[in-house]
């Protein structure tokens, strides 16, 4: 089945029974991610078995075609439901998946495949025979417009009864991550610290709630890993106390995910000064410079790269006694060492 626009809201909130696999394209990257979070959680329902979710990169499925069929058939060490979540930027696992697809379609036992796709076209085969299967779904997510985003987080901020003044929402609308999910999250811390203030959050609020120190170090450090500068980013993480390395991972994925974006601009022929401006939410005004730098410099393949090295660690992180501060140190510099 085909899905877009507004009936992905309903599909999300309610995805059919028999539903068995999706995939999740267009060129919204981070609704995109947004979405395979909570299609995931379905999948599972609600379990927390780290072990219950395999995650393959498209390099990974092209080496060796059978891994996506085995991860699919194998069995949680719990018991419990299982996914298979594949991240693909081009063709390369194309037919694996398509195979997938067709057993799970035939009944064929086996967990819900997840794919995260790039920006595909409608005329894809992949997008078809999503789009045309049973017990599948394909979902587009197109770039939000300014008005759109806007109007999410007016519609969340009413539903939390916080109330922000034009000042204030044009200052949130700027400051708020590009991740729907710590978006969201952003805008709850607001709605608690307003609770019996008295009066609507102001600018001021806005930036001494949502940029605090440790913030600060993972975007230096984030910075820093992108521009190819591993010690010093190394350095910014081991200033921050308390380090949780997931949080830091995805610190940078979310730069990666603005430079994917930038870069996906760039190769349809917008200028890299251009591209950043474009942006949404927007880069701040003091880092346009040194972002369409960076987007000059990070290839497809090289953000494909950054991805599936980010995502190991985040797996790791997630195991029992993992050393997260020092695995997320590791990730940080593997991510400025592909620019070497």
């Known amino acids: ?181 710590l978006a969201r999250s952003e805008i709850e811390k607001l709605a608690l610290y307003g609770e019996g203030l008295g009066r609507p959050i102001s600018s001021d609020d806005i930036d001494a709630l949502l940029v605090d120190e440790s913030e600060g170090a993972l975007d230096a450090a984030s910075m820093d890993a992108v521009s190819g500068r591993a010690a010093r980013a190394v350095e910014a993480l081991a200033r921050i106390d308390g380090l949780s390395g997931v949080s830091a991972i995805r610190a940078l994925e979310r730069r990666m995910l603005q430079l994917q974006d930038a870069r996906a601009m760039m190769d349809d022929g917008l200028g890299a000064a251009d591209a950043v401006t474009k942006l949404r939410p927007p880069v701040f005004w003091k880092e346009r410079d040194a972002f369409a730098a960076q987007a000059r410099a990070w290839t497809a393949k090289r953000l494909s790269a950054a991805f599936d090295l980010l995502w190991a660690a985040e797996i790791r992180c997630k195991q029992a006694g993992a050393p997260q501060a020092l695995i997320a140190a590791d990730a940080f510099r593997g991510v400025a060492n592909l620019l070497r």
């Open 1 to 181: 089945m085909k899905v877009s626009g507004a009936a992905i809201r309903r599909f999300l909130e309610k995805p059919d029974k028999n539903l068995r696999a999706a995939l999740l394209f267009g060129p919204n990257a981070s609704l995109i991610h947004e979405a395979a979070e909570r299609l995931t959680a379905w999948a599972l329902k609600g379990s927390d078995d780290p072990y219950a979710v395999t995650k393959l990169g498209e390099d990974e499925i092209k080496r060796d075609g059978a891994r996506l069929a085995d991860a699919l058939v194998a069995q949680s060490l719990l018991g419990g439901p299982t996914l298979v979540w594949a991240r693909i930027d081009g063709k390369g696992a194309d037919a694996a998946i398509l195979e997938a697809l067709q057993g799970l379609e035939r009944g064929e036992p086996g967990g819900f495949l997840l794919v995260e796709g790039g920006d595909l076209g409608g005329s894809s085969e992949l997008v078809k025979s999503f789009n045309n299967a049973a017990n599948a779904a394909g979902l587009v997510f197109y770039e939000e417009t300014e008005a759109e985003r806007a109007q999410f987080v007016r519609e969340y901020a009413h539903a939390l009864g916080l109330s922000l003044g034009r000042e204030a929402l044009e200052r949130l609308l700027v400051a708020l991550p590009s991740d729907r999910g």
